[in-house]
């Protein structure tokens, strides 16, 4: 099992970015993947997840309206669209391999997003 997060980079507040996730190792239209963040000196923080079977998404309420989670199969891939980025949302974003409804072990290397104010 492989999850390779990329996308990261720098921008400007109220811009975008979308990060990636590339899935191998296992058929991600039977998973869940969620996406975390953990910025400098805090806990790693939950920020979205999408059921990859029957594409239903779910956000943390800070990115609510601003991100969106999709999936392409084909591709194995699971997307992080996030647009009117602010400072706040600067972190190291992780994707990871849910076991049923639940984080599981598998994460991928992170990527890092900052937004300059």
């Known amino acids: 099992v492989q999850l390779q997060a990329s996308g990261g980079g720098l921008v400007q507040s109220g811009g975008s970015l979308r990060l990636s996730c590339a899935a191998s190792?296992?058929?991600?239209?039977?998973?869940?993947i969620g996406w975390f963040r953990q910025a400098p000196g805090k806990e790693r923080e939950w920020v979205s997840c999408?059921?990859?079977?029957?594409?239903?998404?779910y956000y943390a309420d800070s990115v609510k309206g601003r991100f969106t989670c999709s999936t392409d199969s084909a591709k194995k891939t699971v997307y992080l669209q996030m647009n009117s980025l602010q400072p706040e949302d600067t972190a190291v974003y992780y994707c990871?391999?849910?076991?049923?409804?639940?984080?599981?072990?598998?994460w991928g290397q992170g990527t890092l997003v900052t937004v300059s104010s």
């Open positions: 999408i059921i990859s079977s029957n594409r239903r998404t």
């Open positions: 190792g296992f058929t991600l239209d039977y998973y869940t």
């Open positions: 990871n391999l849910y076991v049923g409804l639940q984080p599981g072990g598998y």
